[in-house]
């Protein structure tokens, strides 16, 4: 039994998480190195350097997801029936979305700019109302529109299929004034409350965002900002597990994700661009959908485990 102790520590180490985010100091080491990269005036949007910011993004930021069925394990009571049908949910959605880039990727694209605006604002704690928080996350794809709007539009209009992803780029160019103001006030509030590292790397991220080429400001911000952020939390929820689970559950979902999507691309290339960044996008966009609303469920299920065992705890003792 988890005793009162335990449980108010466990809640406390939550705290921080609410308040701003976790900044891993690697973070800081790969925002000097990008500041240097392009002071220096390097060539980062070449082929060779979009590859690298591309494989840096799906390695780096695909294992902050894969813990989802552990969480599902430790925040309910699913038998192997209950279990089989939770895993079954979870590969049938991201079997849809994937579906969706043969079928309507037009569609699929904004589907993925709603979601990743969503996920990306539940960051945004500091910010009350829900649609603040999504004006936040959707500055996070803004951001590289306004200052690389070229770019981005070529990118929509490969994972679109279709010139309409040129419109979707447009759309993220109207948006952003509103977009980023919101992420200012965000930013502001985070640091008056005293999660001054979380506000200053997030200042940092948009800054890279704009000027920084498309792919590598991205990378710059999911792998070394946002990923730990959700790692973090992942780690505290399944307290208790051995490093050598928590890294060997990591790299097996990873890899069980992205070689499923190159069996499926292999299988259907005909279908799909042949931009291996898009295709990179395409395969984030598919396991964000499961992986959202997963996560979301299990969010409010931990939530509610935890006040049942602080209501237990505090109860008086007869």
């Known amino acids: 039994m988890v005793t009162r102790a335990a449980a108010i520590e466990r809640s ?49 930021g695909m294992p902050h997801g894969a813990y989802d069925i552990a969480l599902l394990l430790r925040a309910t009571r699913l038998g192997r029936r209950g279990l089989a049908f939770a895993v079954g949910g979870y590969i049938a959605i991201a079997g849809a979305m994937a579906g969706a880039w043969i079928a309507a990727p037009l569609i699929a694209l904004v589907l993925f700019i709603a979601v990743a605006s969503v996920h990306f604002g539940e960051d945004w704690t500091m910010l009350d109302e829900p649609v603040l928080k999504v004006a936040a996350g959707t500055a996070i794809i803004a951001a590289p529109a306004i200052g690389h709007p070229a770019d981005v539009a070529r990118l929509f209009v490969a994972m679109a299929g279709s010139e309409g992803g040129e419109t979707v780029a447009r759309a993220m160019i109207a948006v952003a004034p509103v977009a980023l103001l919101v992420t200012a006030v965000g930013i502001t509030v985070a640091w008056r409350d005293g999660a001054r590292g979380w506000a200053a790397a997030t200042a940092i991220a948009f800054l890279a965002l704009i000027v920084a080429p498309p792919v590598a400001g991205f990378a ?22 051995s490093r ?61 485990r935890d006040r049942s065992t602080n209501d237990y705890q505090e109860r008086p003792t007869s």
């Open 12 to 60: 406390d180490r939550r705290v921080p998480q609410g308040r701003g985010g976790v900044v891993h100091p690697v973070f800081w080491i790969a925002a000097i190195a990008l500041a240097l990269t392009l002071v220096a005036r390097l060539p980062l949007d070449g082929p060779t350097a979009t590859s690298i910011a591309t494989l840096v993004f799906v390695l780096g």
């Open 220 to 241: 710059l911000f999911f792998v070394f900002l946002h990923s730990p952020r959700h790692l973090e939390g992942a780690r505290v929820a399944l307290d208790g597990v």
């Open 244 to 304: 050598r689970w928590w890294l060997a559950t990591g790299a097996i979902m990873s890899s069980l994700a992205i070689g499923g999507w190159l069996l499926f691309a292999a299988s259907l290339s005909r279908f799909l661009t042949p931009d291996i960044t898009a295709q990179a996008f395409q395969l984030l966009a598919t396991v964000a959908v499961p992986h959202l609303l997963f996560s979301r469920w299990i969010e409010r299920r931990l939530a509610q």
